[in-house]
């Protein structure tokens, strides 16, 4: 994950922006698996934790741990009531720090565009979980407008400025997202699209949200002078959906994919 680790330092800031996507997202997606309850669960490339508060809530699990290569994501994952019950760690999600077959289920939510190579991620998550297991994962579908910050970037292009695709950004295609699962190995791979929908009190709420992380799209509107950015603003405030109230509806889509591990 390492053209794009510099955006995960600000565990707060990833917080506002990806976190209520995470958990919306997140519960589809775990009712998509439908595991049984009291299983041991591997969660990679956790981040701040939210999808795996998220796993703590709804699947009741034996134990959970859960690994991300920022250790100022684990860090502030480690000050959540959830590190009570969960083992973050620092770790590579292509070179796992547990045994053969150590978990029932193993998961990656938000992580496999910033992998450098899916495959050996995919492969280290089918060997650490145990055979007959599942292992699944999910991530914005890029190319059909589906990250929560899509808005953003379209009404950043549309002031002139250009703003650069993520290498990464091809593996969230679903046909390539079946091919890691297939590639290695993986028995019965299924596949659906998650699509969710957030509300926000006004425009204000909104953009404090999607501006807080300094990612590659933030990153150029920093750049930007104030009448710029306010203009930015304006084209924004304009386009975005709202409610009969006029709150802010912000959509967004992923991509899933799961399999089981051959007995």
Same mark, same amino acid.
């Given at each position: 994950?390492?053209?794009?680790?510099?955006?995960?330092?600000?565990?707060?800031?990833?917080?506002?922006?990806?976190?209520?996507?995470?958990?919306?997202?997140?519960?589809?997606?775990?009712?998509?698996?439908?595991?049984?309850?009291?299983?041991?669960?591997?969660?990679? /490339?956790?981040?701040?934790?939210?999808?795996?508060?998220?796993?703590?809530?709804?699947?009741?699990?034996?134990?959970?741990?859960?690994?991300?290569?920022?250790?100022?994501?684990?860090?502030?994952?480690? /000050?959540?009531?959830?590190? @009570?019950?969960?083992?973050?760690?620092?770790?590579?999600?292509?070179?796992?720090?547990?045994?053969?077959?150590?978990?029932?289920?193993?998961?990656?939510?938000?992580?496999?565009?910033?992998?450098?190579?899916?495959?050996?991620?995919?492969?280290?998550?089918?060997?650490?979980?145990?055979?007959?297991?599942?292992?699944?994962?999910?991530?914005?579908?890029?190319?059909? @407008? /589906?990250?929560?910050?899509?808005?953003?970037?379209?009404?950043?292009?549309?002031?002139?400025?250009?703003?650069?695709?993520?290498?990464?950004?091809?593996?969230?295609?679903?046909?390539?997202?079946?091919?890691?699962?297939?590639?290695?190995?993986?028995?019965?791979?299924?596949?659906?699209?998650?699509?969710?929908?957030?509300?926000?009190?006004?425009?204000?709420?909104?953009?404090?949200?999607?501006?807080?992380?300094?990612?590659?799209?933030?990153?150029?509107?920093? @750049?930007?002078?104030?009448?710029?950015?306010?203009?930015?603003?304006?084209?924004?405030?304009?386009?975005?959906?709202?409610?009969?109230?006029?709150?802010?509806?912000?959509?967004?889509?992923?991509?899933?994919?799961?399999?089981?591990?051959?007995?």
């Amino acid at each position: 994950m390492a053209e794009t680790k510099g955006f995960f330092t600000d565990g707060e800031a990833y917080e506002r922006l990806m976190g209520n996507f995470t958990r919306s997202a997140g519960e589809v997606f775990l009712d998509w698996l439908s595991l049984s309850k009291a299983l041991s669960w591997v969660d990679v /490339g956790c981040g701040t934790g939210a999808f795996t508060r998220l796993l703590l809530d709804r699947c009741a699990p034996r134990h959970v741990d859960a690994i991300d290569p920022s250790e100022e994501q684990i860090a502030y994952a480690r /000050g959540t009531p959830a590190a @009570k019950r969960v083992s973050f760690r620092v770790g590579d999600a292509q070179s796992l720090p547990f045994r053969n077959g150590e978990f029932d289920a193993g998961v990656m939510a938000l992580v496999i565009t910033f992998v450098p190579d899916p495959n050996k991620a995919v492969a280290e998550l089918k060997r650490v979980t145990k055979p007959g297991g599942t292992i699944a994962t999910y991530m914005w579908d890029f190319f059909n @407008k /589906g990250f929560p910050q899509h808005p953003l970037r379209e009404a950043l292009e549309k002031t002139g400025v250009e703003v650069p695709a993520q290498p990464g950004h091809v593996n969230s295609r679903m046909e390539n997202m079946e091919g890691f699962f297939r590639n290695a190995g993986l028995a019965d791979v299924a596949a659906r699209v998650i699509e969710v929908e957030l509300t926000y009190a006004d425009f204000d709420e909104y953009w404090f949200a999607q501006t807080a992380l300094a990612n590659y799209i933030v990153q150029q509107i920093r @750049k930007m002078p104030a009448p710029d950015v306010e203009r930015l603003k304006d084209g924004l405030r304009k386009s975005l959906p709202k409610d009969a109230i006029g709150r802010i509806i912000a959509k967004a889509r992923a991509n899933a994919v799961k399999g089981r591990v051959p007995a």
